[in-house]
């Protein structure tokens, strides 16, 4: 007779029989460790240098058990509330970008299972100039007290995964050597949670006037689904708007590929960027749908139609080009390495720089964040590691600050994007969901966004455009 027991993903019933240690959520899609006391024993040598793990060979055990200290060392930081260099180290375990390690940090600073999805394992944001073309050298960042090494990649991935199957099933059968390190991964929870992404529609999803409502809007457009077809994605995250037609763009991370719908959400064309490893980190357009890419260390320009019109470069090496604006007059503000802004002339021209633009205020580093402009020149950037939005204005001039890391309202958890609307309000999206405030910072609503909103931007309109970690793109109609 089976047994059963809760996914502590989902709260789902799971029935269990077997000596299986991972089974699948048949609700969530989650692997979940099924706990010790319920599985079957599996038999092993009373030899601790001869023991072995089915399915399993080649695995290098001393190497995953000094992963382990390594996570250790992870879990301290956090718990001394040294987030950024938690952050930081786990980034250079795991390959995982920013945003993924700053969530999983917070996770085990709280006692909560670190959860490992099957997202990109692309490199983090902040670090990926030695893995593209025109490899661009790491530069130190002000305080930041351990380098993380770029190409990890999915081979990392995979080994942390090992490393936590053998943790558990080692635990399992009552291997002390191993069962203290593990207490790392998994807190002082029973089960580590595995997620994956629901398998999602081989074939284009397009569902428009469906106006389903969220809160602060109603979704009045879907499209996507995972593949590589019209209108399908990977790991889709850019999002920019033409205003002079209503179509949109939308890019996946990894691969250089871009794809061009009409208002509709009709598929009209895409262009691929060619290089090896080339990762696209931000994309906005301008007043005549020209087409802006951040993307190893330069900013790429393309027609609406995808013809390249010309390429953008750092004077100096030491700057990596990673999140760029347009402004009504045709030139540009870019973010480099989280913490230095440039204001750029059409023609790449440096007209500004502010160095330390966000740790000057807080005397914390910042190593990835996030820029967007409203109507009258005012910049608001994202500090995703400050778990904040900065406001200068058009100048540079510092303004205001809000936000804090925390699960209340007008706090953030994991920020990803920022956006301001035609009312010059400011959207944010992090764990909850996309957070509205005026445009002083003064909290207003939450737009409860069915799934991760990665990237976030307006049409002349007021409607916004997401991209999720559903590999969708979706249309917002906001009421108020």
């Given amino acids: 007779m089976p047994d059963t027991f809760t996914c502590p993903n989902c709260g789902a019933p799971l029935d269990y029989k077997g000596s299986d240690p991972i089974i699948r959520c048949p609700y969530c899609n989650s692997s979940v460790i099924v706990p010790d006391n319920l599985r079957e024993k599996p038999a092993f040598s009373s030899r601790q240098d001869n023991f072995t793990l089915t399915g399993m060979a080649g695995v290098d055990m001393k190497a995953m058990v000094n992963q382990a200290r390594r996570f250790k060392e992870v879990k301290e930081l956090a718990h001394s509330g040294k987030m950024d260099d938690a952050a930081r180290l786990y980034m250079e375990i795991t390959g995982a970008d920013a945003l993924t390690a700053r969530s999983a940090v917070e996770a085990l600073a709280n006692g909560m299972p670190v959860t490992l999805t099957s997202l990109s394992s692309g490199p983090a944001f902040i670090n990926t100039g030695a893995e ?10 002000r305080r930041r007290t351990a380098k993380p090494k770029s190409g990890m990649g999915a081979g990392c991935v995979v080994g942390c995964f090992l490393f936590i199957l053998a943790a558990g099933i080692l635990i399992s059968v009552g291997l002390p050597t191993l069962a203290s390190l593990a207490g790392l991964v998994i807190g002082t929870q029973p089960e580590l949670v595995l997620t994956s992404l629901p398998n999602l529609p081989i074939s284009p999803t397009v569902a428009s006037g469906i106006a389903k409502a969220t809160g602060f809007g109603s979704v009045d457009l879907s499209i996507g689904g995972e593949g590589t077809g019209p209108g399908l994605f990977g790991d889709v995250r850019g999002i920019a708007v033409d205003p002079s037609t209503g179509g949109f763009f939308a890019a996946d991370f990894e691969g250089g590929r871009v794809q061009a719908f009409d208002s509709q959400g009709k598929f009209t064309h895409q262009w691929i960027i060619p290089g090896k490893k080339l990762y696209i980190l931000s994309i906005t357009a301008d007043r005549e749908g020209n087409v802006y890419i951040a ?8 027609d609406k139609k995808g013809t390249p019109l010309r390429t953008i470069e750092s004077e100096d090496i030491h700057y ?16 480099s390495r989280g913490d230095t802004l440039f204001h750029l002339a059409p023609d790449g021209k440096v007209l500004e720089r502010y160095d330390e633009i966000i740790s ?6 910042e190593l990835s964040s996030r820029i967007a402009v409203d109507g009258i020149g005012n910049i608001y950037l994202l500090g995703t590691f400050n778990n904040a939005v900065f406001i200068f204005d058009s100048e ?16 953030f958890r994991a920020p990803s994007a920022i956006g ?55 249309r917002y109609i906001i009421q108020k």
């Fill in 295 to 302: 993307t190893g260390g330069k900013i790429l320009v393309f």
């Fill in 132 to 141: 593209i073309d025109n490899n661009i050298p790491e530069t130190p960042v």
């Fill in 360 to 365: 000057s205020i807080t005397d914390d580093s």
């Fill in 320 to 335: 990596y080009y990673d999140d760029v604006a347009v402004l009504l007059d045709g030139s540009m503000l870019v973010l």
């Fill in 420 to 474: 301001i609307d035609g009312k010059g309000r400011i959207f944010v999206s992090d764990m909850k969901g996309i957070q509205i405030f005026s445009n002083d910072g003064r909290y207003i609503d939450v737009l409860k966004a069915h799934t991760f909103a990665y990237g976030i931007a307006f049409d002349d309109q007021g409607r916004l455009y997401v991209t999720t970690n559903q590999k969708m793109v979706e």
């Fill in 396 to 411: 540079g001039k510092f303004k205001n600050k809000f936000g804090s890391m925390g699960d209340e309202p007008g706090q």
